[in-house]
């Protein structure tokens, strides 16, 4: 058997094709996926591969293509939607975001479209901020490449901390790397307020002896169990007063006095056994005591303890000699017990607001008490590992990074301009259809209207209605007729493109799952669903009329205005995590996100994908309503059931605000064909959702609506 697979490459965003790329072919399998062939790219991002299969191929292969850059980083996989037995000469686009081929380095940022410009990840995040003395040579070089790999800084020491997962050595590489960018960093006059934190990697000395490379058992330990659970979250630092720092550190000449008083903070992860015993451990042997509520509702973190002085003084470490802020928990007036008595943190800036700390513990004269007029070599301070601290600027990256920092959504930084958000006239009424269908009720719409009238905007009405049909389980609450009234009056939606946020408004059950009048789906949700929802929104990019055909079995031809749809997910957490891998063993198609995206937006990986473009109403309560429709029902999709039989309905409330209806066939007999009057696929709504631009984003933020899909 031969045949051929036409293939191009083209950006997602302007369709144009990308030179230079190679694409091999495969066969996927259930064991072992086969090789059929490769090729390159040309000029207009095609691609000719000519298979043959030997005459002991007994089944037709299932094609699918993977495009990757000459160095052998790959850009896109298609295995998500292969093509199902091919006997014939087949054709297959694949468009890869241009956010991703810049950060291949495919093409120049300077090339983006314009729209796509704005959005970048801040420059501050992507850049170190050194000593001008620092040098340059060949480990910061070595460091800046690996910066270069990385979406910003907090993202770098992320991969440092994964390269010391499972190591027992000493001295390794990564070790010498933060070293090196531990010496070179700023001096740091200052430090005030909250900082969370992490820990990048923990070891027993820098000394090198035999079996130095052999016997982190700390790290080794840590890295294997804590590292990604630690219950320890960051630090708070604020400017003493002179009768407490007098108090604290004794004789101690007042220009000599450190002038800030500092304290640790400490998380408990439910379901995390390690994070658990040791909190539980931490607690009991530094006497943490519980954080004030406020603190707790800000930074999520619930109790403090470990506390020290902290100030620029020279290092007192013999291999760093050079001013550092140190952190010293040594006072005996400060009441710590070992090993925190005998620990001394050093802070130095490495970029603007993100600190890299070493962790430095006496070795010597442990059982007298701290002198500190004594030289630091009589203490002899062993280098035990680094941790990193930052500021309100990074607390968003930090979220995406590590999640078991449990920052709440609501924390300084995540909120802009603090959560204030500028409510006008505009975002108090209802965008209406000039054309609205017949089925609407000006009864009920009187009734939505005097509600809307008690609240401050339409989102706060939304929330209003969420919490309320949420708190019960009536199925036929007045609250979802004036939800349909609100989409029936609502206006058409002429288009969406780029990332918009998501919010629940309320399931809604119906078909076979409305028993006896309860609202069954919303029970479930709040009963255990809503804690393992992954998803954040839904991105709307172009899709060439080729790869429209191909999608659509060549039922649409890009006559109506069309966009390629995805839903967004965040895999950070354990939970997350682990619904990221059941989604992979259904095999759902799925596509990691780009690194702007991933941090401007929160989200690791697009899947769920459908076609979206302008529609009729499939619901009979709003017959020939003209609404946006995203359809999931096309085969070659491969969206797993139930999603495979809806087709989601959009209106537009207010300026970035939509309102979704969710429509599911309850008849799964009949296959999809959309030649076929809907009726026949007995449609039921299942729920209503809400799609939003950035600044309504916010103020949904500032009212804690549906945190649970963030």
């Not at 700023?186 to 090198?208: F, Q």
């Not at 330990?221 to 979250?233: H, Q, T």
């Not at 009441?335 to 802070?347: A, K």
Request: aromatic content about 10%; some cysteine; overall charge negative.
């Amino acid at each position: 058997m031969s045949f051929t697979i036409k293939s191009r490459v083209v950006q997602m965003e302007t369709g144009r094709g990308v030179a230079g790329l190679d694409v091999e072919a495969f066969d996927a399998d259930v064991i072992q996926d086969d090789f059929l062939g490769a090729g390159k790219t040309d000029a207009g991002g095609a691609c000719t591969i000519a298979v043959r299969t030997g005459w002991l191929q007994l089944d037709r292969p299932d094609v699918y293509l993977v495009v990757e850059t000459a160095q052998g980083r790959v850009l896109a996989s298609t295995r998500g939607a292969f093509l199902r037995d091919v006997t014939k000469d087949v054709s297959i686009e694949v468009p890869i975001s241009c956010y991703r081929l810049v950060e291949a380095g495919v093409m120049s940022r300077k090339d983006l479209p314009p729209e796509l410009a704005s959005v970048d990840v801040p420059k501050a995040m992507r850049e170190l901020t050194l000593d001008p003395g620092a040098g340059g040579d060949a480990l910061l070089g070595e460091i800046r490449r690996d910066l270069a790999g990385s979406a910003t800084v907090l993202a770098l020491l992320r991969s440092y901390m994964d390269s010391l997962q499972g190591s027992a050595d000493n001295l390794a590489p990564t070790f010498q790397k933060l070293a090196r960018l531990f010496q070179a960093g700023r001096d740091l006059p200052t430090m005030e307020g909250h900082h969370y934190g992490i820990a990048i990697g923990l070891r027993l000395s820098a000394e090198k002896h035999p079996f130095s490379q052999l016997d982190n058992i700390v790290g080794l330990l840590w890295s294997s169990i804590l590292a990604n659970e630690s219950p320890w979250v960051g630090k708070s630092f604020r400017r003493g007063d002179e009768a407490t720092l007098r108090s604290l550190v004794g004789g101690q000449a007042a220009d000599q006095r450190p002038p800030f008083l500092g304290i640790n903070h400490f998380v408990s992860l439910p379901w995390h056994p390690g994070n658990n015993i040791s909190f539980a451990a931490l607690t009991f042997w530094l006497n943490l005591v519980d954080a004030p509520a406020s603190e707790q509702q800000a930074f999520g973190y619930q109790r403090n303890g470990g506390n020290f002085t902290a100030g620029p003084a020279p290092s007192v470490y013999a291999d760093t000699p050079r001013q550092v802020f140190s952190l010293n928990y040594r006072w005996p007036s400060l009441g710590n017990r070992p090993p925190l008595s005998w620990l001394i943190d050093e802070l130095v800036q490495i970029s603007d607001g993100l600190f890299l700390g070493q962790l430095l513990f006496a070795s010597k004269r442990l059982l007298g008490r701290f002198d500190a007029t004594l030289p630091a070599p009589a203490y002899a301070y062993q280098h035990m590992g680094y941790f990193a601290l930052w500021d309100e600027r990074w607390n968003a990256e930090a979220r995406r990074l590590f999640p078991f920092l449990n920052v709440p959504v609501t924390a300084p930084g995540l909120l802009r301009d603090g959560g204030k958000v500028e409510v006008g006239a505009s975002r108090r009424e209802i965008m209406l259809d000039d054309q609205p269908p017949a089925t609407c009720d000006d009864r009920v719409f009187a009734e939505v209207r005097a509600d809307l009238a008690k609240q401050e905007t339409v989102l706060h009405l939304l929330r209003d209605y969420s919490d309320r049909l949420q708190a019960g389980l009536d199925n036929s609450s007045p609250l979802f007729l004036r939800l349909q009234e609100m989409f029936n009056r609502a206006a058409p939606v002429d288009g969406l493109r780029g990332f918009h946020r998501g919010a629940l408004v309320s399931w809604h059950s119906a078909g076979l799952l409305d028993l006896f009048a309860k609202n069954t789906l919303n029970l479930v949700w709040k009963g255990f669903a809503a804690r393992l929802s992954t998803w954040t929104g839904k991105t709307f990019e172009p899709i060439s009329s080729e790869r429209l055909l191909e999608i659509t079995d060549g039922f649409e031809k890009g006559d109506l205005p069309t966009m390629w749809g995805a839903n967004t997910q965040a895999l950070r957490t354990m939970k997350e995590r682990e619904v990221g891998e059941l989604m992979k063993l259904a095999r759902i198609w799925t596509e990691p996100a780009s690194n702007v995206e991933s941090v401007n937006f929160g989200y690791d990986v697009k899947n769920f994908f459908f076609v979206a473009h302008p529609g009729t109403s499939v619901n009979r309560a709003c017959a020939g309503k003209r609404i946006y429709q995203f359809n999931y029902r096309w085969p070659k999709l491969r969206t797993i059931p139930p999603d495979c039989f809806c087709l989601d309905e959009m209106v537009k409330l207010a300026d970035g605000l939509y309102l979704g209806q969710l429509m599911y066939a309850t008849d799964w007999s009949k296959p999809y064909d959309p030649r076929q009057s809907p009726d026949v696929y007995r449609y039921g709504m299942f729920g209503y959702f809400l799609l939003m631009n950035e600044d309504w984003h916010q103020l949904r933020l500032q009212l804690g609506f549906d945190l649970d899909n963030v």
